[in-house]
């Protein structure tokens, strides 16, 4: 397996330079400068470039399961680490929480973390019960009470990045914004956040 990795890399490692060969050399004579910071789940079906359609040096990306990013004062510093990297080094415009439909982390949390879930990953899903809570009581069961959860994951998700006093700085004068995507990986499309409607919305491009 690993040897089949190894010269598969090889061989997407040739066409990749050959394709952005201008593009890598001009980033390594003025190093990078994203506009884009991208958190998503590390589901290996979710891929930022993939899903954005961005070349080198278009988005700086942190994944973890569940695209969760714990609340500042939690004591996991690898997020709070990454956002004031983001902000404060690479001067980022905007901050993307993407969740995506079919989560496990999330169906985890559904079926009850004490269920099978490993000791670490559950201790890292905690920081998603907040939403499990919101959701379970609204009556909902199987694939809506899942949609549901993953769209109250993002927006709590969305507050804990908030919560960052980069974030709060970066957002009050202007400088960056944070917002919430949906992958839906059956019907292939994204739904972003709409705050004037207070809900999530497919995204259709536009025809003019």
């Given at each position: 397996?690993?040897?089949?990795?190894l010269?598969?890399?090889?061989?997407?490692?040739?066409?990749?330079?050959?394709?952005?060969k201008?593009r890598?050399?001009q980033?390594g004579?003025?190093?990078?400068?994203?506009?884009?910071?991208?958190?998503g789940?590390?589901d290996?079906?979710?891929?930022?470039?993939?899903l954005?359609?961005?070349?080198?040096?278009d988005l700086?990306?942190v994944r973890v399961i569940?695209?969760i990013v714990?609340?500042?004062?939690?004591g996991?510093?690898?997020l709070a680490?990454?956002?004031?990297?983001?902000?404060?080094?690479?001067?980022?415009?905007?901050?993307?929480?993407?969740?995506?439909?079919?989560?496990?982390g999330?169906?985890?949390?559904e079926?009850?973390l004490?269920?099978?879930?490993p000791?670490?990953?559950?201790?890292?899903?905690?920081?998603?019960l907040?939403?499990?809570?919101?959701?379970?009581?609204k009556?909902?069961?199987?694939?809506?009470?899942?949609?549901?959860?993953?769209?109250?994951?993002?927006?709590l998700?969305?507050?804990h990045?908030?919560?960052y006093p980069s974030?709060?700085r970066?957002?009050?004068?202007?400088?960056?914004?944070?917002?919430?995507?949906?992958?839906?990986?059956?019907?292939?499309?994204?739904?972003y956040?709409?705050r004037?409607?207070?809900?999530?919305?497919?995204?259709?491009p536009?025809?003019?």
């Amino acid at each position: 397996m690993s040897e089949r990795l190894l010269a598969e890399s090889s061989a997407s490692r040739e066409a990749f330079f050959e394709q952005e060969k201008e593009r890598l050399a001009q980033l390594g004579r003025e190093g990078q400068s994203p506009d884009v910071m991208f958190i998503g789940c590390s589901d290996s079906r979710v891929l930022a470039e993939s899903l954005t359609g961005a070349r080198p040096g278009d988005l700086f990306v942190v994944r973890v399961i569940a695209n969760i990013v714990p609340p500042p004062g939690s004591g996991e510093s690898v997020l709070a680490a990454a956002i004031d990297y983001a902000l404060d080094v690479l001067k980022v415009k905007r901050i993307i929480v993407c969740g995506h439909t079919d989560c496990g982390g999330l169906r985890a949390l559904e079926r009850g973390l004490e269920n099978g879930c490993p000791g670490n990953t559950a201790d890292w899903m905690t920081h998603a019960l907040p939403a499990f809570d919101s959701v379970q009581h609204k009556g909902l069961c199987g694939e809506e009470l899942h949609d549901a959860l993953v769209e109250e994951n993002v927006l709590l998700q969305l507050e804990h990045v908030r919560a960052y006093p980069s974030v709060q700085r970066a957002e009050a004068e202007g400088i960056a914004k944070v917002h919430g995507w949906i992958f839906d990986l059956e019907h292939r499309h994204m739904r972003y956040y709409d705050r004037n409607r207070g809900s999530f919305v497919v995204y259709v491009p536009s025809t003019t």
